[in-house]
């Protein structure tokens, strides 16, 4: 649980997972995480999903990426949220739109370039 870029590594690629990846569908391949199983509570659900991908924007803050890079990623989010708030139509949304993983490849780039030994081989 330290602050060490390794650490925040971990954390936000587990919090993606989770979010966006952690259940399959049955019957198909296709993965789907607690993003769009909460998403479905009206409302509620969206204002949960949206604080849990502001994690991952503030963890991004503490590895001091810059401003605008986090408002970009704070606007997937409210993309995100804002579409998935629409009965029906944001429930298919959410299965296909995956702010949190986009946002964490945003983290992955900028760990790759400033902290290198973060680096892991993805199996």
Known sequence: MGNDPQSIRRRVEALEMILERSMVIPGTNYRIGLDTIIGLVP???DIITAAMGSYIVWEARNLGIPKWKLW???????FDTAVGAVPLLGDAFDVLY?????????????????????RVIDQ
Do not use: A, F, Y
């Open 98 to 118: 995956r702010s949190n993983t986009k946002n964490v490849k945003t983290i992955k780039k900028h760990l790759d370039r400033h902290h290198p030994e973060t």
């Open 72 to 78: 970009h990623m704070m606007g997937r989010i409210g």
């Open 43 to 45: 409302v509620l659900g």
